[in-house]
């Protein structure tokens, strides 16, 4: 019954690999993201999808890649990880738009590069 | 672009006592504010929101007060439980802005028993 789900929680890799994150929510959501927390807890978005469409694309570097098979599904390949990628990841879905647009968040996913 | 101001980025408390975590953006056309609460290892999670068009809202022990002119919204939370340890974050987005949302720093909070 989660609501938001990422697999792997932890993905512990070398630099140079490339690795990938999923992210599933059963909410029947138009919108899902992704963030970025990093290890002082500062929490920024990446990127956001509505109907498999890409709408927030902020300034992150072209080896993120996300991809939303369906509008039920996100998920984030990155290419040749480097160390300042370590942080953890969270996925979240929303309406896309009316009063009660409140993102739901996903457990995360800890990306330790060594 | 938004800026999200968060302060203290700690506070200690006793329980039973109040705390008041205060934040300031920079975007006048923000009128979406809402609070999460982090507790470790999990990801954040809602606790209250305000829009702009409503100066103060409550629910039980939590309450959240929004100062339009001088661009700053608070949380409040009274009787402070150990329960309530957790990281706090505000965050602030423009209606529609494809529901971009900008966080403010984190405030941790400990409730001492």
């Known amino acids: 019954d989660t609501a938001v789900s990422q697999t792997p929680k932890y993905l512990v890799t070398q630099m140079g690999n490339d690795k990938s994150i999923k992210c599933e929510q059963n909410?029947?959501?138009?919108?899902m993201y992704w963030y970025k927390q990093d290890s002082k807890k500062f929490l920024k978005i990446m990127f956001s999808?509505?109907?498999?469409?890409?709408?927030i694309n902020e300034t992150v570097p072209n080896r993120f890649s996300p991809k939303s098979p369906d509008k039920a599904h996100l998920n984030l390949h990155i290419n040749s990880l480097e160390l300042g990628d370590s942080a953890v990841y969270f996925c979240a879905s929303s309406p896309f738009s009316g009063p009660n647009n409140e993102q739901f968040f996903g457990p995360g996913t800890r990306l330790t590069v060594l | 672009g938004e800026n999200v101001e968060q302060h203290p980025s700690t506070l200690s408390v006793q329980e039973g006592d109040s705390a008041v975590i205060k934040c300031t953006y920079s975007d006048s056309a923000s009128n979406y504010f809402p609070w999460y609460k982090q507790e470790l290892g999990k990801g954040p999670q809602l606790i209250i929101d305000i829009r702009s068009n409503v100066g103060e809202k409550k629910d039980q022990r939590i309450a959240v007060t929004l100062n339009k002119t001088a661009k700053h919204f608070s949380l409040h939370i009274t009787e402070t439980q150990p329960e309530d340890s957790a990281v706090y974050f505000c965050a602030a987005r423009r209606w529609a802005a494809g529901n971009k949302l900008t966080f403010g720093g984190g405030t941790r909070v400990l409730v001492k028993p």
């Open positions: 999808y509505n109907n498999k469409e890409l709408i």
């Open positions: 909410l029947g959501h138009d919108t």
